[in-house]
C-alpha cells in the first residue's frame, strides 16, 4: 500500500464547474497536509495546509480534512482554464519533517 | 516567487560523472530538504539538512550526498550517476518548526543523465 495515494486522472472539468480532489494516507498519526500545484515542467507550488479535521478555505480553494478516514481533498470552485495543473497532495512524516507526496492527479479544465 | 533558488535549471551529465546542484533557501528559513522527482511521479524525499548536519535521510543510495553552509545555503551531490538518476530535483525550504511547518520549493534543476 502506498503512502499517499491519489487519483491520476486527468480529471477534466468545464470552466466555472467545481474540481473535487481527492487523496488517502496510510499513516494514522500524521498531523499535516499539504496541497501543492505544479505546472508542467515547473516545481510544485503550495496552496493550502490543513492540520485539523473539517474545511479551511483560502479563496477558490477548500481544502478538507477527516483524519478517522484518513482523507484528504481540495476543492477548487470556479474552475478556471489556469487551474489546469497536476496537483500533489504531501503528507509531514517523520520527527523531521519529511513530506511525502502522492504521485498526482492531473486536472484539465476546458472551456 | 518563494524566494529559493536552485542552480543551474538544467544540466546534462553523462553516465558515470559527478554532478553538484546548489540552492539557497528563503530568509529566515534554516532547514533544507531535497527531493527528487522522476517524470509522472511525485518528488521522492532525499535528505534534510539542519544546523548543517544531515538530519533525516530517505530510501537514496550514500552516491547521493549533501552539505548545508552556515548560511543555510545547501547542496546536493550525486556520483557515479546513472541514467535512473535523470530528473527534477527539488530544494525546499522551511522554518524548523512543529507540525505547522510549510515547505516551499524552489525552480528545480533538470537533470540529464546520458
Known amino acids: 500500500q502506498k503512502e499517499v495515494e491519489q487519483n491520476s486522472g486527468p480529471l477534466s472539468v468545464p470552466e466555472g464547474a467545481i474540481a473535487s480532489l481527492n487523496c488517502t494516507y496510510s499513516?494514522?498519526?500524521?498531523?499535516?497536509f499539504f496541497w501543492y500545484r505544479q505546472y508542467s515542467g515547473k516545481s510544485p507550488e503550495l496552496i493550502m495546509s490543513?492540520?485539523?479535521?473539517g474545511d479551511k478555505e483560502d479563496g477558490r480553494f477548500t481544502a478538507q480534512l477527516n483524519k478517522a478516514s484518513q482523507y484528504v481533498s481540495l476543492l477548487i470552485r470556479d474552475s478556471q482554464p489556469s487551474d489546469s495543473a497536476t496537483y500533489l497532495c504531501?503528507?509531514?512524516?517523520?520527527?523531521?519533517?519529511?513530506?511525502?507526496f502522492g504521485a498526482g492527479t492531473r486536472l484539465a479544465v476546458h472551456p | 516567487e518563494t524566494g529559493v533558488t536552485q542552480s543551474p535549471t538544467h544540466l546534462i551529465k553523462t553516465r558515470g560523472q559527478q554532478v553538484t546542484l546548489r540552492c539557497s533557501s528563503q530568509s529566515g528559513h534554516n532547514t533544507v530538504s531535497w527531493y527528487q522527482q522522476a517524470l509522472g511521479q511525485g518528488p521522492q524525499f532525499i535528505f534534510q539538512?539542519?544546523?548543517?548536519?544531515?538530519?533525516g535521510r530517505g530510501n537514496f543510495p550514500p552516491r547521493f550526498s549533501g552539505l548545508q553552509f552556515p548560511n543555510y545555503s545547501s547542496e546536493l551531490n550525486v556520483n557515479a550517476l546513472e541514467l535512473d538518476d535523470s530528473a527534477l530535483y527539488l530544494c525546499?525550504?522551511?522554518?524548523?518548526?512543529?507540525?505547522?511547518?510549510?515547505?516551499?520549493f524552489g525552480q528545480g534543476t533538470r537533470l540529464t543523465v546520458v
Open positions: 504531501a503528507v509531514l512524516s517523520g520527527g523531521y519533517n519529511k513530506l511525502i
Open positions: 525546499a525550504s522551511s522554518p524548523r518548526g512543529g507540525k505547522d511547518t510549510e515547505a516551499f
Open positions: 539538512y539542519y544546523r548543517e548536519e544531515e538530519n
Open positions: 490543513i492540520y485539523s479535521n
Open positions: 499513516d494514522r498519526g500524521s498531523q499535516s
